[in-house]
């Protein structure tokens, strides 16, 4: 082992720096929760849908409106895609989401787009799974981490073909929603919001991991839909991803998704967010 393969006498010293937080989110725009909240009161459904177990659904929800995903029979996970309904090309950036609020996200935090709007599409309003926090385990819920199951990971590490994991759940329901062949709608499936998902990161090896979710039956996420939206939802075929996905096996249950509109005048004053104000001269 060369010198530069050794520890330094100081190692330890380097290893006990204390970490910065790469973006400080005390200037990000305050979402105004106890208006949505307000409006929400006065909010009638206007749309349901119910993604059945191992496959996927399509939903819209216009700027102004909010949706709520349940559990209503079991313990579910769910890989959801947001795309403003517009613009295809502007659609949920997990990893932008996770730098500004943390691996998982909660009540008062939201979904942001991709480059170069960076704009918030969804704001948490309600969260019955709030109370999880941080296990010992470093583990939490809805997580901005995860990719979504896939078949071309699955081919990868077992070759397998298997055809109901969330990225092809997600392409169906994007090709039916668009009316785009499967071709054409899988570059804009993405990487997802991990409804009720609980996950983390192991301390010895670093390594993804999952655990039993603690979603009940009647647990919910609201957001409220800060740009016109077109999403996907779809129920992961690893059930509450105990122990493995892309399963036949896995006990697996649909999953709600509901929509409300407020009554007319409850969000007055209340103005759908501009695209990111950065020229894109990238300095020439």
Known sequence: MSDLHKPPLDAEDRRAVAPVICYP????????IDLYRSARATAQKVDEVLVPPRDACSFRVP????FRISSVEGSQVGDLNLWNANNLS???????????HGT?????????TAFPYLRPM???T??????????????????????????YTGNLLAGSQYHYCCHSNLTRALADATGMSLAEAEPFVHDVLNVFMCTGFTRDTGQYFMKASPVRPGDYLEFFAEIDLLGALSACPGGDCSSEHSSDT?????????????ADGALDGWQSP???????????
């Not at 989110?25 to 305050?30: A, F, G, R, S």
């Not at 896995?250 to 407020?262: G, H, Q, R, W």
């Open 90 to 100: 502007e659609r949920f950036y997990s990893g932008k989401t996770r730098a500004l």
């Open 104 to 112: 998982h996200i909660t009540t008062g935090e939201r979904m942001w």
């Open 274 to 284: 501009e695209p990111n104000g950065y020229d894109q001269s990238h300095g020439r």
């Open 63 to 66: 700027a102004g409106q909010f």
């Open 250 to 262: 896995a006990a697996c249950y649909p999953l709600k998704v509901e929509v409300f509109a407020p």
């Open 126 to 151: 309600e969260d019955t799974l709030g109370w999880y926090g941080i296990d010992a385990f470093g583990g939490s819920v809805h997580d901005v981490i995860g990719t979504r199951c896939d078949p």
């Open 122 to 124: 969804a704001t948490i």
């Open 25 to 32: 989110n005390e200037t990000l725009p305050v979402p105004q």
